[in-house]
């Protein structure tokens, strides 16, 4: 507060306590050239309710207080208390401090009421200023959630535009270059058939290579088709993987009788999915199990479920010869190996299946695995609500 503002609180101030001596002064002359003194202590009470506008928190029992003084001088200068028995002054003088008392106990009751609210609003006022800030700060994140959520419609659509023309160029590469290729693989087929006795070691060791590498090439690519056709015009519906894995473990027969294996399911229960893709993924991961293992050690594959919430955790556990940590990512991407053809036969499609498939299916896939010692495969399903 400036100067000028101090000095006009100061000349207010001093105007009150002018008017309240005033009117002191006026009710204690009354009162000593009267005998009603209840009617007296009235008039003081006009002066302790006048009191309320007084600065400082004691005003009111400071005036009280003079207002007493003064009446029970008037009183002793008017003889109340020397009057005979019959006479009521002296009661009525009683009556007078009692209603002085009374008006100035309802008075600071009143101001300290007034006061406990003037807090309350205050708090109020400034609960109030910092909901208005968190407000405009609601307000600027909406701005800019519906500005991000532009970008993310816009940056979707343009993935969903690039990813047809993905599945397109994927598409008809794969159809244009398998074109070729049956044309290579008839070729060296009837030079096999025809010419091949007449060529030497050399010769035939290169028809041999021929052949073999249009094979692979061959496989690559329905490889990468297949890949790019999964998640086309596909629907989910419930599906009960106990069911479904023990239709695979049947079709594992011979190979599991070839191998010495064994493959343990527990109870596992219905997911929402899309049933060509989950067997896709569950024959992969226990076809994985079975060809990833020592020749030394029957391989044996364990399959469970537990659920954690809006999802099943499902792990497919083998023991066979496990990877190291820094290729966990690796396996995951299409075409990657980790071991030569000549020693496990294989494109490197199966684990990219997997990923895609648990990813169009809002999970996720991992993998725990040590060095010689197995591989503990682990994805995420939706669950039935």
Not at 260 to 269: F, Q, S
Not at 377 to 385: A, N, S
């Amino acid at each position: 507060m400036d100067t000028r503002g101090r000095s006009m609180l100061l000349f207010q101030n001093a105007v009150l306590v002018f008017m309240a001596t005033l009117i002191t002064s006026v009710v204690f002359i009354v009162d000593l050239n009267t005998s009603s003194t209840v009617a007296v202590a009235g008039m003081y009470s006009v002066v302790i309710l006048y009191s309320w506008l007084l600065p400082g928190k004691f005003a009111s029992i400071y005036t009280a207080a003079v207002c007493t003084v003064l009446t029970i001088v008037a009183a002793i200068r008017t003889n109340v208390f020397t009057t005979t028995a019959d006479n009521l002054s002296g009661i009525n003088a009683v009556i007078a401090l009692v209603v002085i008392w009374t008006c100035v106990t309802l008075v600071f009751l009143a101001k300290s009421s007034f006061s406990s609210l003037e807090g309350i609003n205050a708090q109020l006022s400034e609960r109030s200023n910092t909901l208005l800030e968190k407000l405009k700060e609601l307000d600027a994140k909406q701005d800019e959630l519906s500005e991000k959520k532009v970008q993310l419609e816009k940056l979707n659509a343009d993935l969903v535009v690039k990813n047809r023309e993905l599945e397109r160029f994927t598409s008809i590469a794969s159809h244009d270059l398998q074109e070729p290729l049956r044309t290579i693989g008839n070729m060296t087929q009837l030079i096999a058939k025809k010419y091949y006795p007449n060529f030497d070691d050399q010769g035939k060791r290169m028809l041999d290579y021929v052949t073999s590498a249009t094979s692979r090439m061959t496989t690559l690519i329905r490889g990468l088709l297949e890949f790019s056709r999964i998640g086309i015009k596909r629907e989910t519906q419930p599906v009960n993987c106990h069911e479904l894995v023990n239709n695979i473990v049947l079709d594992f027969d011979s190979s599991l009788k070839a191998s010495k294996g064994t493959i343990k399911v527990n109870e596992l229960p219905v997911v929402l999915g899309n049933p060509v893709e989950l067997r896709m993924l569950f024959q992969n991961l226990i076809s994985n199990g079975l060809k990833f293992s020592d020749k030394s050690v029957l391989p044996v594959i364990e399959l469970s479920a537990k659920d954690i919430g809006s999802h099943i955790e499902f792990c497919v556990r083998d023991n066979g010869i496990g990877i190291d940590q820094t290729d966990y990512e690796k396996i995951f991407f299409i075409f990657q190996r980790l071991h030569p053809t000549e020693q496990y036969e294989g494109m490197g499609l199966g684990l990219a299946y997997c990923r895609k498939i648990v990813e169009l299916h809002g999970g996720k896939i991992w993998i725990d695995s040590k060095k010689n010692q197995g591989s503990a495969f682990y994805f995420t399903l939706t669950k039935i609500k």
